[in-house]
């Protein structure tokens, strides 16, 4: 009598914001562990004092676990005509990035299209027919069995995504079988259903792994319920199994605004989280309750805000991830990415497991060679690829100009670009493999149409935007084609590189002088290209006689090698053949053709090997004006693969050996030189 008077006294002490939180947590219908950490704070609650510190965080504990999307998800638009529109629509070129989503999503439509397949297993005939009966009416492929010994065989012959079993049969019975197909098939579900249900043999096989258990005579709605319940937890696990994809290429190719339309195209929600130059762990997975201030990771946050548990989440400049005393962030990562992992993530600030498999998650890099050897391996690599002039002209007259007219305030002032200016303007006021920078110029030149309109009337206003408008407009032009521009001279070649801007133009110029057999390196090199170097003068010495070099060349001599833009570091094997050329050059006084440009990696027998990024060391040599690339006949099947606008105007040789290229890039001499005995030792 008296604990019933202290419960109810307590009762009526309780603040009605507790009462509130306990009603909100049993219609929130969280799940099962969930609940049960919800209800023990509750009771902790009840015994705080409101003014103490803790009692506050509590109810925000509480309030978290609450708005958390347990079990909302968006309904997947799998329309891959639809998918297929919106990319289009979205973005120009990117051919094999949009075939590998259209696979991607392709499978995910398989998954859930597929036949639900379920086991009965009763020894009542009856029970069985009538099981099989109502399932099937569902759309459901059944199978029945009339004891487990026949269940367990039939699970050896086929996969079932669900086994609804009797409890008492003779031969192997429900419990038993439970633990075998388990065993057999770890992904398949089971529900036991008994006419002689207890406590404790419903919990018995809640612990062997049944996700329900039903006593008899069974409710049909209720059974209809489960099932669905499970089939749809099992289409979005099924879905959102497979590789994380992440999006590498230069600046402005289009990588974010693709996960954009990933989005649009699935009908989810997007969020955007950017890494750049994150350092403490605990921004993605949260701070411990003790401390104070504490609050989830932003991972939590950002599914807290959606209301949905599988949205399309882009972690961008995932290789930008820094590292310091408070924590390896890239760790984390570790555990968010992988399947394996990640459909019991724990956040600390959360402290109970909230599955993240349902999360479609898509990483941005520039390059992910900086990314850490276990993450990278979790990850699969889409290259974004720069455009070609072609592709730049069609995105910017179809898609750019008429966005940036409108937002503007253009619409009743129309002067169309002509081709020739939008030409002008990638060409003389760009330089770059994606399209930010053509974007900004187009931005400056309708601002400035604009306060043209203002200030002259449309009587004035340009009819035409044409290229003499264009330069009138931007002022002098940014960029020469240095190589069209330039002159062959002795000890100068032009080189193909690639960093994580797109492809580049490099120039590397040597020279002799007296000395005392020294190789001078400078540019800002790394130990890779330095490497590289010493590489071609051992081949060149070696092979002198072959090449026309003089024997005696390096004595008392000391060569100077120099690849300007020093303030800028470089680095990889690309250069090796430039660095050969060049000291051919200066050694037999023969001018390199500035309109020949190369890469590749050079052994100390001459052999030139293969190297990456061919298609934007291509597009970097179009745009320098470049006639004719040489590269590494390994990089054949690149070439090939390449569209043609890629090697429109230009001249592509393939080669395997330095020897082969010597007389491509270099000229006859134009005039007598001293000979480079007499050069080094006078």
């Known amino acids: 009598m008296g604990l019933f008077k202290k419960t109810e006294e307590r009762e009526q002490r309780t603040p009605q914001e507790l009462v509130d939180l306990k009603l909100a947590v049993q219609k929130a219908q969280l799940p099962e562990n969930v609940a049960q950490v919800a209800f023990k704070e509750l009771e902790r609650l009840e015994n705080t004092d409101p003014s103490m510190a803790e009692y506050t965080i509590g109810l925000t504990y509480l309030d978290l676990l609450i708005s958390l999307p347990w079990k909302r998800f968006t309904d997947d638009n799998l329309d891959l005509a639809h998918a297929k529109e919106v990319l289009e629509a979205r973005h120009f070129g990117l051919h094999h990035v949009k075939e590998r989503i259209l696979d991607y999503l392709a499978v995910r439509t398989l998954c859930s299209i597929g036949a639900f397949h379920i086991l009965v297993v009763d020894d009542e005939e009856i029970a069985r027919t009538n099981l099989e009966y109502v399932l099937k009416k569902q759309g459901y492929e059944v199978d029945t069995a009339a004891n ?176 310091d005393f408070r924590g390896d962030p890239a760790s984390v990562l570790l555990e968010i990415l992988d399947p394996e992992q990640n459909s019991n993530f724990v956040d600390y600030y959360l402290d109970v497991p909230f599955d993240l498999s349902s999360v479609m998650f898509i990483a941005t890099s520039n390059v992910v060679e900086r990314l850490p050897g276990p993450l990278l391996d979790r990850l699969e690599v889409i290259s974004f690829p720069g455009y070609t002039e072609k592709e730049k002209l069609h995105i910017a007259r179809n898609h750019m100009i008429p966005r940036e007219i409108k937002e503007h305030g253009l619409l009743r002032c129309k002067s169309p670009f002509t081709d020739g200016a939008i030409l002008n303007i990638i060409r003389d006021y760009t330089r770059e493999a994606g399209l930010r920078q053509l974007e900004r110029e187009i931005c400056q030149v309708c601002r400035k149409l604009a306060r043209i309109c203002l200030e002259s009337g449309s009587d004035y206003f340009p009819k035409l935007v044409d290229e003499n408008l264009v330069q009138q407009l931007l002022g002098p032009r940014h960029h020469v084609r240095e190589v069209a521009a330039g002159e062959n001279r002795v000890g100068v070649t032009t080189g193909l590189v690639w960093s994580e801007f797109g492809g580049e133009i490099i120039f590397v110029e040597a020279t002799i002088m007296r000395g005392t057999q020294q190789i001078i390196l400078t540019g800002s090199l790394g130990s890779v290209i330095k490497e590289s170097a010493q590489t071609a003068l051992s081949f060149i010495r070696s092979h002198s006689q072959d090449l026309g070099v003089p024997e005696g060349f390096f004595k008392d001599t000391d060569i100077h090698i120099h690849i300007p833009a020093g303030a800028i570091p470089k680095d990889g094997p690309s250069a090796g053949v430039t660095i050969a050329m060049s000291l051919l050059s200066v050694l037999t006084g023969r001018p390199a053709r500035r309109d020949v440009a190369m890469t590749g990696e050079l ?80």
Do not use: W
């Not at 209809?224 to 590498?248: D, N, Y």
């Not at 030139?608 to 004719?628: C, D, H, S, Y």
């Not at 070439?639 to 080669?655: H, I, M, P, W, Y």
């Open 603 to 682: 052994t100390l027998s001459g052999r030139i090997l293969p190297v990456n990024g061919i298609r934007e060391k291509l597009l970097a040599a179009q745009r320098a004006g470049v006639k004719m690339v040489i590269l590494p006949r390994s990089n054949e099947v690149d070439v090939k693969n390449l569209d043609a606008d890629v090697t429109e105007d230009l001249e592509v040789f393939l080669s395997d050996d330095l020897t082969e290229i010597v007389d491509r890039v270099l000229m006859q001499k134009v005039s007598r030189q001293p000979p480079i005995s007499q050069a080094g030792t006078s």
């Open 148 to 323: 487990g010994a026949e269940a367990l065989e039939c699970v050896k012959r086929k996969d079932y995504d669900l086994v609804l079993t009797d409890l008492k049969m003779e031969k192997l019975d429900g419990m038993q079988l439970l633990e075998s197909v388990r065993k057999l098939s770890p992904h398949t579900d089971t529900v036991m259903i008994t006419g002689y249900a207890t406590v404790t043999s419903a919990v018995d096989a809640m612990k062997k792994g049944a996700v329900h258990y039903l006593s008899k005579p069974i409710n049909l709605d209720e059974l209809r319920k489960i099932v669905q319940h499970i089939k749809e937890k099992k289409k979005h696990i099924q879905m959102s199994r497979g590789p994380i994809l992440c999006f590498t290429g230069p600046p402005g190719t289009g990588k974010t605004s693709i996960g954009k339309a990933i989005a649009e195209a699935l009908e989810r929600t997007f969020v955007r989280l950017s890494l750049g130059g994150m350092r403490d762990e605990a921004e993605l997975r949260g701070h411990r309750r003790t401390y104070v201030g504490a609050m989830p990771g932003r991972i939590i946050q950002e599914i807290r805000r959606l209301g949905m548990k599988n949205p399309v989440f882009m972690l961008d400049e995932i290789d930008k991830i820094g590292q």
